[in-house]
């Protein structure tokens, strides 16, 4: 993996990554109401407790008496994966009705102003026409 600038990284193909955002220790930062941790994506050990937690409870829910077995995981995990992908359109679209410019929401996505257009525009756009209504 190659380190790139900011919070995104890519492998040696080029293909964008999520990565840490190194500059987030900053102890005056916790008391800031104005503060935005979540202007870039990043991972953390927050992120990864909730997506344990989630799995852990959704396994049990799911399949309690394959609990601790692998394969169940994985299906809970793309089940996750799944569901936090069509949240991001309807975050998206949310977005444009609030006045983000897709520059915006194209550094929260990290990824390109042309590429965000094209994933979620299309559906932002049916949204803003009361198609979502």
Known sequence: MVETAGS?????GGR???????DLDRPW?????????AMLAYTDADTARVIE??????VAVRAPAWAGDP????????SLA???EDRVYDAVADA???????DQ????????????RRRYGGYARWRLTGGGS
């Not at 964008?16 to 190194?22: E, F, H, N």
């Not at 394969?71 to 793309?78: A, E, F, M, N, W």
């Not at 929401?105 to 965000?116: D, E, G, K, M």
């Open 8 to 12: 995104i990284r890519s492998d040696a």
């Open 16 to 22: 964008p990554r999520i990565g840490a955002v190194p």
């Open 29 to 37: 930062e916790v008391c800031d109401p104005g503060r935005d941790r």
């Open 53 to 58: 937690e989630a799995v852990a409870w959704l």
């Open 71 to 78: 394969g169940p995981r994985i299906s809970v995990l793309v």
């Open 82 to 84: 799944g569901e936090a």
């Open 96 to 102: 444009r009705e609030g006045g983000y410019s897709w």
């Open 105 to 116: 929401i194209a550094s929260r996505l990290c990824t390109t102003v042309a590429a965000a």
